[in-house]
């Protein structure tokens, strides 16, 4: 164990730890303007690390390299993947930068920690004919089949998070310039084409579903609306898309992001340059978006191996 002090008016224990990561999640909602999902991922994963503190009788603001060490390796232990232990790792790294900058650590052990090494996933996508059969689920002779189909067909044509999707108001789009405006993560602010047939269900889902699902309710201005009349959330509308994904017959593990990543890949096999894909995600770094390079090369050595004839 260190032999330092804590700083000034600061208790060093458990939980003392736990106001201070409360602290830091209402920072990051605040200040960074964080979801709501991903600050409660925070909060879990930092409350794991608070209750290790507390059974190891650890003193967290005069933590060492070691004892961060041993946290890990009792995590690799009890069998998470290594993907769940960087999150993890990652959260404690932006919870003791921010404590060093308000001056309540004087040093932050937890950035020299390396990273576990992960295998490199390449994101799942769909075909077209997967997307093909996904849209033909929706049953647009009722409202809220109507509704679906206009929520899968914007999701592929502007590449939208699911949560993003969950954020539109009607006042978003604009049909006349064929654009929509999406809010991302730190509520930043992106304009993306969207493509005339998925203009053309949602136009249909305005103006016959929309105000049928209203059912005279006040309107809250919500592009999505429920069967009750009430703005959708990430979650329902993570649910619908789950629900025709179990009528297509698809892979039970295709998930709204699927749509995404198919997203950018169609753009980057079509020709697209690297940077206008990464404005059109929203990415903030263009290595994250550099992952679907590879995977439009995994796709073209497929077609290739298919077609050639000595393949």
């Not at 999640?25 to 879990?44: D, I």
Request: proline share 4%.
């Amino acid at each position: 164990m260190s032999g330092r002090a804590a700083p000034a008016g600061r208790t060093d224990d458990a939980e003392g730890l736990a106001e201070l990561v409360d602290a830091f999640c209402r920072h990051l909602a605040e200040v960074r303007n964080f979801s709501p999902n991903t600050v409660r991922a925070y909060r879990a994963d930092l409350g794991s690390f608070v209750d290790w503190c507390r059974r190891e009788g650890v003193r967290p603001l005069t933590v060492t390299h070691r004892e961060l060490r041993r946290y890990l390796g009792e995590l690799a232990r009890a069998g998470y993947a290594a993907r769940t232990v960087n999150r993890r790792l990652s959260a404690l790294r932006g919870l003791y930068r921010w404590m060093l900058r308000e001056g309540v650590v004087t040093s932050e052990a937890a950035s020299a920690l390396a990273s576990p090494k992960t295998a490199r996933d390449l994101p799942r996508t769909m075909s077209d004919a997967d997307v093909t059969a996904l849209l033909g689920t929706c049953d647009a002779s009722h409202p809220d089949g109507l509704r679906d189909r206009a929520f899968l067909e914007l999701l592929y044509a502007t590449g939208a998070r699911v949560s993003e999707a969950a954020g539109l108001r009607v006042g978003d789009l604009d049909p006349e310039r064929s654009q929509a405006r999406l809010f991302g993560k730190g509520s930043k602010e992106r304009i993306v084409p969207v493509y005339d047939s998925a203009l053309a269900w949602v136009s249909r889902y305005l103006s016959e579903a929309r105000p049928r699902l209203l059912a005279g309710r006040a309107d809250h201005g919500a592009l999505f609306v429920s069967t009750r009349g009430n703005p959708m959330s990430a979650d329902a509308l993570r649910t619908v898309f789950e629900r025709h994904v179990a009528l297509a017959g698809l892979d039970p593990r295709l998930t709204p992001h699927a749509m995404r990543h198919t997203f950018a890949t169609e753009l980057l096999s079509g020709g697209a340059d690297l940077r206008s894909v990464q404005e059109l995600l929203g990415h903030e770094s263009l290595q994250t978006t550099q992952v679907y390079t590879h995977l439009s090369v995994e796709r073209l050595r497929d077609a290739a191996r298919r077609a050639h004839p000595r393949s």
